[in-house]
């Protein structure tokens, strides 16, 4: 599996690796799982050398791409009803 489909630079690839490990110690799910969970949320590629995406956290992003955008993950620590976005996708 070629890792992140729209990395344009070191930079980029390294920081969607960062990502891909921060959701496998939290969720434990499999590295093959990760990476395309990160490569369906990015549909186009990182076109700066600083992309505005670099301006969150690892966990972040993790937890934003594992829950979905809109889950407000951030206010549900806890919360029973929070779940991840399906995967592999169903479009």
């Not at 489909?5 to 930079?11: D, G, L, M």
């Not at 960062?18 to 395309?36: H, R, V």
């Not at 670099?54 to 594992?66: C, R």
Request: a negative charge; hydrophobic letters at 35%; glycine letters at 4%.
């Amino acid at each position: 599996m070629k890792k992140f489909r729209y990395a344009t630079t070191e930079e980029a690839r390294e920081f969607c690796e960062g990502i891909m490990i921060e959701m496998i110690k939290l969720f434990n799910i499999s590295e093959e799982e990760a990476w395309g969970r990160v490569n369906d949320f990015w549909k186009s590629p990182f076109k700066e050398d600083y992309d505005i995406s670099y301006h969150e956290t690892f966990n972040y992003w993790a937890n934003t791409i594992y829950f979905g955008k809109e889950a407000r993950w951030w206010k549900r620590e806890g919360d029973p009803t929070l779940m991840p976005v399906p995967y592999p996708y169903q479009n």
